[in-house]
């Protein structure tokens, strides 16, 4: 599985963004899918993840009730809607995909890595 993350940018505090990531390959629906993010000398973080049928959902604390994972299927993409952003939400953005469909919040969980996409939020 190959993955293809985009959508990041510039925003200011406040504001919204999605991010994609498209997979590759015709096991995408069968896995679970998660983002991360890290941000300059800190260590990747788990941000959310969901199941392949998208039943389950799991969110870092920190963007509970902020962020929102979702995928379909039918165009092998997940994604990850960003509202009320905060300047440290600034980070490299990753999507990861985990074979055995756990739904993690651990990186050792997921398989595959997308190159990652950066979001920088200003005050």
């Known amino acids: 599985v190959q993955l293809q993350a985009s959508g990041g940018g510039l925003v200011q505090a406040g504001g919204s963004l999605r991010l994609s990531c498209a997979a590759s390959?015709?096991?995408?629906?069968?896995?679970?899918m998660g983002w991360f993010r890290q941000a300059p000398t800190k260590e990747r973080e788990f941000v959310a993840a969901i199941s392949w049928s998208g039943g389950s959902t799991a969110y870092a604390d920190s963007v509970k009730g902020r962020f929102t994972i979702s995928r379909d299927n039918a165009k092998n993409t997940v994604y990850l809607q960003m509202n009320s952003l905060k300047p440290e939400d600034t980070a490299v953005y990753y999507c990861?995909?985990?074979?055995?469909?756990?739904?993690?919040?651990?990186?050792?969980?997921?398989?595959?890595w997308g190159q990652g996409t950066q979001v920088t939020v200003s005050s």
């Open positions: 390959g015709r096991t995408f629906s069968t896995y679970a």
């Open positions: 990861a995909a985990d074979r055995v469909n756990r739904v993690g919040t651990m990186t050792s969980k997921y398989d595959y």
